[in-house]
């Protein structure tokens, strides 16, 4: 429990991160809210990876190369679950409010994130 605990105030910086890189470009007026979020999003990974790296799990024992590719790809598929079920909740029940379907999504995500970090990419070889 005290694993997800911190993995959760990781999550609480990668979001952080993520909106304040978001917003902080969209004020320079360079870029748009696409290209803003894209870099915004890569960027809470490489902070979230290292948070988690160092705070939640530790050294994985893989290359550091290697573990920022398996690091990456179950982020990257979070975030694609976190969208599939957020678009599936709203299309499959028009009177659902977006902030509930977001809720249901994220916990999902979340939940998905942490065992796969826990067990795909943190995971102890011996």
């Given at each position: ?63 550091v190369v290697r573990e920022g590719v398996l690091y990456g790809s179950v982020g990257i598929t979070s975030a694609l ?41 943190f995971r102890r070889r011996h």
């Amino acid at each position: 429990m005290k694993r997800f605990l911190r993995f959760m105030v990781v999550g609480g910086v990668g979001f952080v991160v993520d909106a304040g890189v978001t917003l902080g470009l969209l004020a320079t007026g360079l870029f748009g809210p696409f290209s803003a979020r894209a870099i915004a999003i890569a960027l809470a990974l490489l902070c979230t990876w290292f948070c988690n790296r160092n705070f939640t799990f530790g050294k994985s024992g893989h290359h550091v190369v290697r573990e920022g590719v398996l690091y990456g790809s179950v982020g990257i598929t979070s975030a694609l679950l976190n969208y599939a079920i957020y678009s599936g909740l709203l299309l499959s029940m028009p009177m659902l409010r977006p902030i509930f379907a977001l809720i249901l999504a994220s916990a999902s995500a979340t939940l998905y994130s942490y065992f796969g970090y826990a067990r795909f990419v943190f995971r102890r070889r011996h």
